[in-house]
């Protein structure tokens, strides 16, 4: 991992997000802060989706005790007992996880919690873990949260369909917003490695092979391995505890300093599919160094259309691209086609590949 290049910096004319040192890798930090009540915020989005995929949001209209009620539920449901905890489990995708993510052999230092955000689209089982097990006080603030939150996702999206210039503002909210819409919301939770959770590891757990060199003794866990969202786009929010990282586009690792006043935007494969690869979904991961003292818990929000949703790339930037001799670059599909093949791969996989026309 290395520094942004400074250069990179001056080109988009970005104060960069914050600073943070560490004795392996020094940087100046990461890309693109939006203030979304700026006039040039569309334009500003974009480019910032185009050059990483990935932004952070300020003045984002989210009041701090909504998204800190939360996490102090959060905290509280990760601190029950393991027994009381994996009631919830295992995750069908939904309900309470811990070290295994996903369906096909990855681990992290990680518990999580995945859950429906609309019209109820989980398994009985989740849906009476929510509603028993979850308790009202987390509900609450839950619901209070993702209402919150998804007002902030239609305006991103908003202001994404702005700045690319097409004229249905609302082209890519209506989207995720639609009354059947697949978005979810999940809870992960980084326990420091000092402490026994999310398991009682020894040297020989399959976690600790995922261990993250940084080439001067010290020793970070993969908390959650690299990928790209399937989705349009997640909204991530988290503690002031640091861990996620971005992949630059030519390939280098970033760390994000945290800030738990802020949200951060990663693009998904699927707005990557409707920009015709325009805008390209961001990899990213999350590491737990060795120095945490405290736990990391984020909450992401994924934006996500309904199943049966064709996905194809807008016919407006279609054809502005056709004029000049472009063509789709991937095959259509529907969102539950393509959930249903991401969930039959690894987390780093490359998912977008197999829908690519060649
Ligand atoms: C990554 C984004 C979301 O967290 C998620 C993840 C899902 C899971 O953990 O159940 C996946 C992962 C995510 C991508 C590939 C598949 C599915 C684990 C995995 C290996 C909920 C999602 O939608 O895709």
């Given at each position: 991992m290395?520094?942004?290049?400074?250069?990179?910096?001056?080109?988009?004319?970005?104060?960069?997000?914050?600073?943070?040192?560490?004795?392996?890798?020094?940087?100046?930090?990461?890309?693109d802060?939006?203030d979304?009540?700026a006039?040039?915020?569309?334009f500003?989005i974009?480019?910032?989706?185009?050059?990483?995929?990935?932004f952070?949001?300020?003045?984002?209209?989210?009041?701090?005790?909504?998204?800190a009620?939360?996490?102090?539920?959060?905290?509280?449901?990760?601190?029950?007992p393991?027994?009381?905890?994996?009631?919830?489990?295992?995750?069908?995708?939904?309900?309470?996880?811990?070290?295994?993510?996903?369906?096909n052999?990855?681990?992290?230092?990680?518990?999580?919690?995945l859950?429906?955000t609309?019209?109820?689209?989980?398994?009985?089982?989740?849906?009476?873990?929510?509603?028993?097990?979850?308790?009202?006080?987390?509900r609450?603030?839950?619901?209070e949260?993702?209402?919150?939150v998804?007002e902030?996702?239609?305006?991103?999206?908003?202001?994404?369909?702005?700045?690319?210039?097409?004229?249905?503002?609302?082209v890519?909210?209506?989207m995720?917003?639609?009354?059947?819409n697949?978005?979810?919301?999940?809870?992960?939770?980084?326990?420091p490695l000092?402490?026994?959770?999310?398991?009682?590891?020894?040297?020989?757990?399959?976690?600790?092979?995922?261990?993250?060199?940084?080439?001067?003794?010290?020793?970070?866990?993969?908390?959650?391995?690299?990928?790209?969202?399937?989705?349009?786009?997640s909204v991530?929010?988290?503690?002031?505890t640091?861990?996620?990282?971005?992949?630059?586009?030519?390939?280098?690792?970033v760390?994000v300093?945290?800030?738990?006043?802020?949200?951060?935007?990663?693009?998904?494969?699927?707005?990557?599919?409707?920009?015709?690869?325009?805008?390209?979904s961001?990899?990213?991961r999350?590491?737990?160094h060795?120095?945490?003292?405290?736990?990391?818990?984020?909450?992401?929000?994924?934006?996500?259309?309904?199943?049966?949703?064709?996905?194809?790339?807008?016919?407006?930037?279609?054809?502005?691209?056709?004029?000049?001799g472009?063509?789709?670059?991937?095959?259509?599909?529907?969102?539950g086609?393509?959930?249903?093949?991401?969930y039959k791969?690894?987390?780093?996989?490359d998912?977008?590949?197999?829908f690519e026309?060649?």
């Open positions: 290395v520094g942004l290049p400074k250069s990179a910096l001056d080109h988009l004319g970005a104060s960069p997000i914050g600073t943070r040192k560490s004795p392996t890798n020094s940087f100046d930090g990461v890309p802060v939006v979304l009540s006039a040039d915020a569309c500003r974009v480019r910032a989706c185009e050059e990483y995929g990935f952070k949001v300020v003045k984002h209209g989210v009041p701090p005790e909504v998204s009620r939360l996490e102090e539920e959060a905290f509280g449901f990760f601190g029950l393991q027994d009381v905890k994996e009631e919830g489990g295992p995750p069908d995708p939904f309900g309470y996880g811990t070290r295994m993510i996903g369906l052999g990855d681990v992290g230092w990680v518990e999580f919690l859950l429906p609309d019209r109820g689209n989980a398994s009985e089982k989740a849906n009476s873990f929510f509603h028993g097990c979850l308790g009202e006080s987390f609450r603030a839950m619901e949260y993702t209402a919150r998804k902030l996702t239609v305006e991103v999206l908003e202001l994404i369909a702005e700045g690319l210039g097409i004229k249905e503002r609302d890519l909210s209506s995720a917003m639609d009354e059947r697949d978005g979810c919301f999940r809870m992960n939770h980084y326990p000092k402490s026994k959770a999310p398991h009682e590891h020894s040297e020989s757990d399959t976690m600790l092979g995922s261990t993250m060199n940084t080439g001067d003794g010290r020793r970070n866990l993969v908390g959650f391995g690299e990928h790209t969202d399937p989705q349009i786009i991530l929010r988290s503690n002031d640091a861990g996620l990282e971005i992949r630059l586009r030519d390939g280098r690792w760390s300093p945290s800030d738990q006043s802020s949200f951060f935007v990663c693009v998904g494969d699927t707005l990557q599919v409707l920009t015709n690869g325009r805008l390209r961001v990899k990213h999350v590491l737990v060795d120095v945490n003292e405290r736990a990391r818990l984020s909450m992401i929000y994924f934006g996500s259309p309904a199943r049966d949703k064709k996905i194809s790339p807008l016919p407006w930037l279609l054809k502005s691209e056709e004029e000049q472009g063509k789709s670059m991937y095959k259509e599909f529907t969102w086609e393509y959930k249903d093949s991401a791969t690894n987390l780093s996989h998912r977008l590949s197999l026309i060649s």
